[in-house]
């Protein structure tokens, strides 16, 4: 498994609250206070509905390692070699594509 390209978690979540024409926002920091994502309220969407995207940013790098260490254990138990073995149309094959896009490396 390689290094990503984007910012390691874990990331937190935080609600910016400055108050210019009710633009209030969801702050998804990294690790060292790095930004990576924010969600804001004024694009139409609910305050609850913005909470909900951002705690799924917020979880997206935990969600990929747990994708990623399913999918690596798989292989190994049915196509042996992560790297080479895998036909184009196998499941795990197609997953790996996911994964390898989500982390830049495609």
Known sequence: MSKPKFTPGPWELSFADEDCVDNR???????????????????????????ANARL?????????????????????????????CTPTCWVNQYKQLIDEAKGEI
């Open 57 to 85: 940013i917020v979880r997206a790098p935990e969600l990929l390692k747990a994708v990623e260490t399913l999918v690596h254990e798989q292989c190994q138990m049915t196509c042996k070699d992560w790297d080479n073995k």
């Open 25 to 51: 926002w969801w702050e998804i920091e990294g690790p060292n206070g790095e930004h990576v994502a924010s969600c804001h309220t004024c694009g139409g969407n609910t305050r609850a509905t913005e909470l």
